[in-house]
């Protein structure tokens, strides 16, 4: 394998923990801790992403190489690369947890490629770090595996996200007791090599100004400008770039959010920790995908006494953990600017959510009497338990001037609840046709079916998909993960062939384990 070009400002810039041995401890006055991934006893490549590894300037042969799995599973990091953990801390579920930092991830360096582009190289479950806590820093291959396929569904949804360039496995067994109830079991473990311009979470900057150590939080700012928003360091002064800083990461969370809502993408852990400063989605746990419509789905079990993260309060919590960034700036800029940039955030969310929701509906533009039209539309389409994603395709083929509900019925789970619905449902859809008839152009209707499904996906990573890929891949069959793979590159594509991975959730899908609900046991 070809040397990569490394460029690694974070420890090079940032200073590191003088201590050097690998304990959990509290880590004052660091951002970053040095430390060797674990060498994993058998480690064999499942799957990697090949567009990733181009960008990567890797070739297939660099990929094929014993040394491609040697280095990413973290066996045998490249010279120049100074393997480290970086500090951080977080609310979670709504309380300050102190520091937290990567427990289990170890970044190998950053990389510029070719064509000028920074990628921090990051390995998931190589091993325990200063910041492990009670964890044993390793990841169990079903999760790993979702974490893969998850952050490169939503990559080819055009979503903004952590990217994954290989699942290895380890070859070591893990134990975890996965249903939390002491009865814990030896799994297989593996590792994600994730990629990405910049892992620095919320809780980077939280954790420095909780605990008042204000010239960290300034070279952090300063750091995080200058290297992730090359784009605003030319603004002068430093308070007007700071501003407009702010402003964007508050612009980048919203688009996010309404990101989310569009595909039905439940994160599932919305702490402060797992919020990434460039707005992408980061940390892949009991995420999960809405199939019947209903806001107050949350895929985390842990999540189930308040429902914090459910389907329906991201945005709102995502306003939250902004306002929680915002305090830990408090002592670098002006009030005036972070409260200009929460409303940047409401501002965008609104603007953005309007025009993504017109567009999910097959309307070419956004009307203020559409509030009402969309909400009873998504009240019913909860009540009656529909399908979102197959709801939205079917509607898009309904003909202009035909919009009736016969065409819709196989989107619902419960065909009681469709002949209950049936005349609420059929009244709400001719008020739909005809605000589609009188307000879009001639030429927007012709093509209307077009428009919506570039915005409304055919392929979503269902939960029971994961699932059935892990079962397969715990008996050693990785096919599955390939060929998810293979669907998930072409989300909004009709494409008959992969028509198996289309469809509504299964009846056997409804309660099972990993395919309703996830624990956070990974
Ligand atoms: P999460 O909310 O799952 O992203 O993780 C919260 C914190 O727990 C982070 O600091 C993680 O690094 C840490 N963590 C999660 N799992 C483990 C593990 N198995 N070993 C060590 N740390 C972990
Ligand atoms: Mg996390």
Redesign the pocket.
Request: include cysteine; charge should be negative; glycine fraction near 28%.
């Given at each position: 394998m070809k040397p990569f070009n490394l460029d690694n400002q974070f420890i090079q810039e940032l200073p590191g923990d003088p201590e050097k041995s690998n304990h959990p401890r509290s880590v004052q006055g660091a951002f970053w801790s040095s430390v060797l991934p674990r060498k994993a006893s058998a480690p064999k490549l499942i799957a990697h992403a090949a567009d990733m590894a181009a960008r990567l300037d890797l070739s297939p042969q660099d990929v094929d190489d014993d040394a491609f799995v040697q280095l990413f599973s973290g066996n045998r990091p490249l010279s120049g690369m100074h393997p480290y953990a970086t500090c951080?801390g977080?609310h979670?579920f709504g309380h300050w947890a102190g520091q937290?930092?990567?427990?289990?991830?170890i970044f190998l360096g950053e990389v510029v490629n070719k064509a000028g582009e920074r990628w921090e190289l990051q390995l998931k479950?190589a091993g325990?770090?200063p910041?492990?806590?009670?964890?044993?820093?390793?990841?169990v291959l079903r999760s790993s595996l979702r974490e893969f396929l998850c952050s490169e569904a939503m990559h080819h949804l055009g979503i903004p996200t952590t990217r994954a360039l290989s699942l290895i496995a380890t070859g070591d067994t893990v134990i975890r007791d996965m249903f939390y109830d002491g009865n814990p079991q030896p799994e297989a473990g593996a590792v994600v090599c994730r990629v990405a311009p910049s892992f620095i979470r919320f809780g980077h900057f939280e954790l420095f100004s909780k605990r008042g150590e204000l010239p960290l939080l300034e070279q952090l700012l300063t750091f995080t400008l200058s290297r992730d928003f090359p784009e605003l360091s030319s603004s002068t002064p430093l308070n007007e770039q700071r501003r407009q800083w702010f402003r964007t990461v508050c612009e980048r969370t919203a688009t996010l959010m309404v990101e989310w809502m569009r595909v039905g993408f439940v994160h599932g852990?919305m702490?402060t920790?797992?919020l990434s400063i460039l707005g992408l989605t980061i940390?892949y746990?009991p995420y999960g995908w809405i199939d019947n419509l209903d806001p107050t789905w949350t895929p985390n079990t842990t999540d189930l006494p308040g429902r914090r993260y459910s389907y329906g309060r991201q945005p709102e919590v995502a306003r939250w953990n902004l306002e929680r960034l915002a305090d830990a700036l408090t002592p670098l800029m002006d009030q005036a600017d972070l409260s200009e940039g929460l409303k940047c955030f409401d501002q965008a969310y609104f603007h953005h959510m309007t025009t993504m929701l017109a567009g999910k509906f097959g309307l070419q533009s956004w009307q203020e009497s559409d509030g009402a039209l969309i909400e009873t539309g998504f009240s019913l389409m909860h009540e009656a338990e529909v399908d979102m994603t197959d709801f939205f395709r079917r509607l898009a083929d309904l003909p202009t001037g035909g919009f009736t509900l016969e065409p819709l019925r196989h989107a619902f789970y419960d065909q009681g609840l469709y002949q209950h619905h049936h005349s609420a449902l059929s009244h709400w859809l001719s008020q739909l046709s005809q605000r589609v008839q009188t307000g879009n152009t001639a030429s927007f209707n012709a093509n209307r079916s077009q428009h919506m499904n570039q915005i409304n996906p055919r392929f979503i990573l269902r939960n029971y998909l994961a699932q059935q890929a892990i079962e397969a891949a715990e008996k050693g069959d990785y096919q599955p993960i390939h060929d998810l793979q293979e669907v998930m590159k072409t989300p909004y594509e009709e494409n008959p062939a992969h028509s198996q991975w289309y469809g509504l959730r299964p009846d056997w899908a409804k309660k099972k384990a990993g395919c309703s609900m996830l624990s956070?046991s990974?």
């Open positions: 951080y977080g979670q937290l930092g990567d427990g289990r991830a479950g325990l770090t910041y492990s806590r009670g964890g044993d820093g390793l990841a852990v702490n920790d797992n940390d746990g956070c990974s």
